[in-house]
Structure formats: C-alpha cells, structure tokens
Nanobody, 124 residues
Framework: VQLQASGGGLMQAGDSLRLSCTAS????????MGWWRQAPGKDRQFVSR????????YYANSVKGRFTISRDNAKNTVYLQMTSLKPEDTAVYYC??????????????????WGQGTQVTVSS
C-alpha cells in the first residue's frame, strides 16, 4: 500500500489544521493506522493510532485533548484533526499502516508502510 500524507502548512499557535493520509494500491480498511511526527534533530515519535474498525484510538499525552484521529474507509483516508496548535507541534508528520495489534507500547517497527510526510510548522 502506498500512503500519501497531505495538509501540512505554516500555522500560528492556537490554529487548527487537518492532515489527511490517502492510500493507493490497497484498501486501508484492513490496516490499523497511525500518525507519527519527527522534529528536527529528534527521533520519530508516536502521535496517534486508530484501529482498522475505528473501535479504538490512542494518543500521545502531548496531544491528548487537542488532536483527533479518524478514518473514512470508504474514501481510503485517515485524518488527524489538530487544534490548539503549539510551537512544539512543529514537525514532519507521517502516516503509517500496521497489520499488528496494539500490545501496550507504540513502536515504529509495528508499522509496515509509511507515507512521505507532511511538514507542520507552528509559530508562536
């Protein structure tokens, strides 16, 4: 499956932004999907995850209450709605697909497919 993330941009603190991740080559409906982000000089970190059936969602503490992950399997798209953006949210955001069940920790290695990333920059 090929993933294409989009929707990034230059924002101000407090703004809202919605990222999209669209798949081609396969249906997303059988994959658990995640959003990760990587700031300059830092490791890629988990942001959010949604199960294939939207039954369960998970969030990093740093974004809980501000970000919402959702999916529309009919459109083969996963979304990340981001509100109350902060400068520390500045990063390249990646979507990823996983066939693995959540086991209690969020690992990069659990995701088999990755999109190319979309830049989100938040100024103060």
């Amino acid at each position: 499956v090929q993933l294409q993330a989009s929707g990034g941009g230059l924002m101000q603190a407090g703004d809202s932004l919605r990222l999209s991740c669209t798949a081609s080559g396969d249906t997303l409906s059988t994959y658990n999907m995640g959003w990760w982000r990587q700031a300059p000089g830092k490791d890629r970190q988990f942001v959010s995850r949604i199960t294939w059936d939207s039954e369960n969602t998970y969030y990093a503490n740093s974004v809980k209450g501000r970000f919402t992950i959702s999916r529309d399997n009919a459109k083969n798209t996963v979304y990340l709605q981001m509100t109350s953006l902060k400068p520390e949210d500045t990063a390249v955001y990646y979507c990823a697909a996983s066939t693995k069940y959540y086991t209690g920790t969020h690992n990069l290695r659990d995701y088999e497919y990755w999109g190319q990333g979309t830049q989100v920059t938040v100024s103060s």
